[in-house]
């Protein structure tokens, strides 16, 4: 069985104090469910687990059975941190669970293929992310001086969803917690115990959903190229 956890449980203030951004309605519906979309579309999900914040939980739980009727959803309740909410999502996967996806469920642009080909891979590999290419130049500051500059050929912007095989994840992600460690995405804890994670390419239009800007972006492109 393979599991999508679609994280939407952060409080978004860099959007608006009004609203959480996972929430914003776009084309009369909120953003969380163009997200959703595009796992339901996939014929490798057989089951999704969303983490909601507490006090949106009976509201947009309601909203996702009304929207969703066929499919099989468990909503719970989000952690005080991301890496919090996805454990509790770890959690709460059916004990026959082989392979778990965990997406932010602000990124409404990745697209159903790229998610049946990383779990294609994840099957072979047991650990995979989705990159694209680092189209700036980066370099490393200190108190506002230029440390180095950064190859910019060996460097990749990370996405979601990152593909695990699940009893992999499960256990590293009760050892992080167990000794207080909190990293900002799942591979890198799976780095931190020295596990190989594998990477393959997808478009950089699986970006994240951060600020007014991201917002508004994602309003247009959703309202002109819905179906792309």
Not at 75 to 82: E, T
Not at 203 to 213: A, H, Q, V, W
Request: hydrophobic share 35%; with cysteine; aromatic share 10%.
């Amino acid at each position: 069985m393979n599991v999508a956890i679609i994280t939407a449980g952060g409080k978004g203030k860099r959007v608006s104090n009004d609203f959480k951004k996972q929430f914003a309605s776009i084309e009369g519906k909120p953003l969380l469910f163009w997200t959703i979309d595009k796992f339901v579309a996939s014929d490798k999900i057989s089951k999704i687990i969303i983490t909601l914040p507490e006090e949106e939980k009976v509201e947009y739980e309601q909203l996702i059975i009304e929207e969703y009727t066929e499919e099989e959803f468990k909503i719970i309740c989000g952690g005080q941190k991301r890496q919090d909410s996805v454990f509790k999502g770890l959690q709460g996967c059916p004990h026959n669970t082989e392979y778990v996806l965990i997406h932010d469920g602000v990124r409404p642009f990745v697209k159903t293929e790229e998610i049946d080909k990383i779990i294609d891979l994840v099957v072979s590999k047991k650990a995979v992310i989705p990159v694209c290419d680092t189209k700036n130049t980066i370099k490393k500051v200190c108190e506002n001086k230029v440390v180095n500059t950064l190859n910019r050929n060996k460097l990749v912007n990370v996405l979601t969803p990152q593909a695990f095989t699940y009893h992999l994840l499960f256990d590293l992600h009760k050892k992080a917690k167990d000794k207080g460690l909190y990293f900002t995405d799942d591979a890198s804890i799976l780095e931190h115990f020295g596990y190989d994670v594998f990477t393959i390419k997808t478009s950089t239009r699986n970006f994240k959903i951060t600020d007014k800007f991201d917002l508004e972006i994602a309003k247009y492109l959703i309202k002109h190229f819905r179906s792309n």
